[in-house]
C-alpha cells in the first residue's frame, strides 16, 4: 500500500469562474443557489447533433488585448473573458509585484485548446491543392501550451509555465503540480486552472463514441444516458497562507492516480478513483469523516457514474453529502477540475451543498448521499474529483482555515 507525506497547504488567494452560467462568481453562484442549468439545446456551429450542450454567452463579441491578438481563439477568448472577471487579474498583478515576475508559475489544463481555429480552417482549401487558404496560427491556438502560454503574456510573467492535458483531470493536476514547485521552492506561487472550449472534435468525437446525452446530463439517476459538453475557465491563484487573511479556503491535499484500465472507460469498481481519494486524503492528514461534501466528478455516463458511485461508497459509505455539478455546467471537460475547484470553494465560503440538478431519481445501485435539494450548513472541508480517460485521476481537498 502506498504511502504518503503531509502536504504543506496553500491558500487559494483569489479565483474566478465562467461557464454556461454566467461570468464570474457571482453568476455562478446565483444560479447554483436557484438550481438552475445553462445547458441548451445544441446550436454550435454546423454541429447537427440531437444534445444539450453549456455554451458561454458572448465569446465571439469578446475582443482579444492588443498586444496579444495573435492568440485570437475561441480557447484564449474565453481564458481573457474569465481573467477579466472577479477582480482577479488585480490580485495577480499584486502579487507579481511582491514576489517578483519569474517567481510566479502558470499551471493551465486543457484538452482541446484552440482546436476550433484548425476545424474552420480546414473548411477553406484549395479546390485543385488542397491546401489551406487560411491556415490556422498553430503555435497560438491548437498548440495546447498556448493555453498557458497566453496566461503567462496576459500578465507579463516569467516563471515556469505548463500546459497539463490528461483529459478531464487535467486541471486538477495543475494543482498539484504547483505544490510541487512551490515546495522545490521554484516559485512563490502561481495562477493554475483551466481552460476548455466548444469544438466540433469534442462534440462528434463523444457523439461517435455514443457517450453525449439527447437532454440535458443527469448525473447518478437511475436513467441517465450521456453526458452534455460544456466549456469553462476557472482560474486561482495559490500562494504560501498569509497569516493577514482570514477565512482562507486552503488546498489541503492533492491525490492522484493512474490505474490505466482502459483507454476510455474507467475500472468498473472504481479502483483508480479510490486511489486518489485515499492518497489526498493521507496528504491532507484527514479521515474521511473531515469530509463534509464530495463535489464528484459525476459525467452521467452509466459506466462512469456506477466507477465513482462504488468507489465512494467503499470509502464514505452513505453518510458524506455528493453531487455532481455537471447537470449545471455540463462536463467542460479539460477545464472540469478547475471548475469544480472553484465551486468547491464557493461552498466552502457560503456554507452551501448544491445540489445535482436535472437528477431526478438516483440511482438506488449506488448507495451514496446524493443531493437533489441544496443543503445550508456549516462546511469545513470539500473533496472534489476529476477522473480521466486512460485512468488518469486526481481528487482534490479544500479546507476553510479556522
Keep these: 500500500m502506498a504511502t504518503y507525506t503531509s502536504m504543506n497547504p496553500l491558500q487559494l488567494s483569489c479565483f474566478t469562474l465562467t461557464t454556461s452560467l454566467g461570468a464570474g462568481l ?26 444539450a450542450i ?12 492588443s498586444d496579444l491578438r495573435e492568440f485570437d481563439c475561441r480557447n484564449n477568448r474565453l ?45 477553406q482549401r484549395d479546390p485543385q491543392s488542397g491546401l489551406l487558404l487560411h491556415p490556422p ?31 478531464c483531470s ?36 463523444f457523439s461517435s463514441l455514443q457517450l453525449t446525452s439527447t437532454q440535458p446530463c ?7 444516458d450521456g453526458i452534455s459538453i460544456g466549456e469553462g475557465a476557472a482560474f486561482i491563484l495559490l500562494e504560501r497562507p498569509l497569516p493577514a487573511r482570514a477565512a482562507n479556503i486552503l488546498l489541503l491535499g492533492a491525490g492522484e492516480s493512474s490505474d490505466a484500465y482502459h483507454m476510455s472507460s474507467p475500472h468498473p469498481e472504481g479502483r483508480g478513483a479510490q486511489q486518489a481519494m485515499q492518497a489526498a486524503l493521507a496528504r491532507a492528514g484527514l479521515t474521511v469523516d473531515a469530509i463534509d461534501y464530495i463535489n464528484l466528478h459525476g459525467t452521467a455516463t452509466p459506466s462512469n457514474d456506477a466507477a465513482e458511485g462504488f468507489a465512494v461508497a467503499a470509502l464514505f459509505g452513505a453518510r458524506t453529502p455528493a453531487s455532481s455539478t455537471k447537470g449545471a455546467t455540463g462536463h467542460t471537460l479539460g477545464a472540469a477540475g478547475a471548475v469544480e475547484a472553484v465551486i468547491g470553494a464557493l461552498a466552502l465560503t457560503h456554507d452551501v451543498i448544491p445540489a445535482g440538478v436535472n437528477t431526478r431519481s438516483v440511482d438506488s445501485a449506488l448507495p451514496i448521499d446524493y443531493v437533489l435539494e441544496n443543503r445550508r450548513q456549516p462546511l469545513r472541508h470539500v473533496l472534489s474529483n476529476s477522473f480521466g480517460f486512460g485512468g488518469t485521476n486526481c481528487s482534490l481537498i479544500l479546507g476553510k482555515s479556522a
Design 26 to 51: 457571482d453568476a455562478n453562484l446565483q444560479a447554483l443557489l436557484q438550481q438552475r442549468s445553462g445547458l441548451a439545446p445544441c446550436s454550435f456551429e454546423t454541429v447537427c447533433i440531437d444534445t
Design 54 to 65: 453549456g455554451a458561454v454567452a458572448g465569446l465571439d463579441a469578446v475582443a482579444m488585448r
Design 79 to 123: 481564458a481573457q473573458l474569465a481573467l477579466t472577471q472577479d477582480n482577479f487579474a488585480a490580485q495577480v498583478r499584486d502579487a507579481a509585484q511582491r514576489y517578483a515576475a519569474q517567481r510566479v508559475g502558470v499551471f493551465i489544463g486543457t484538452s482541446t485548446a484552440g482546436i476550433l481555429e484548425t476545424e474552420l480552417a480546414y473548411r
Design 137 to 167: 496560427h498553430y503555435r497560438h491556438s491548437h498548440n495546447p501550451y498556448s493555453s498557458a502560454d497566453f496566461v503567462r503574456r496576459y500578465f507579463g510573467l516569467t516563471g515556469p509555465a505548463a500546459t497539463i492535458s490528461t483529459a
Design 170 to 205: 487535467s486541471s486538477a493536476k495543475v494543482f498539484a503540480t504547483a505544490q510541487r514547485m512551490i515546495d522545490a521552492d521554484l516559485i512563490d506561487a502561481a495562477i493554475v486552472g483551466g481552460v476548455d472550449s466548444l469544438c466540433l472534435t469534442t462534440l462528434y468525437g
Design 218 to 224: 443527469r448525473p447518478f439517476d437511475g436513467q441517465r
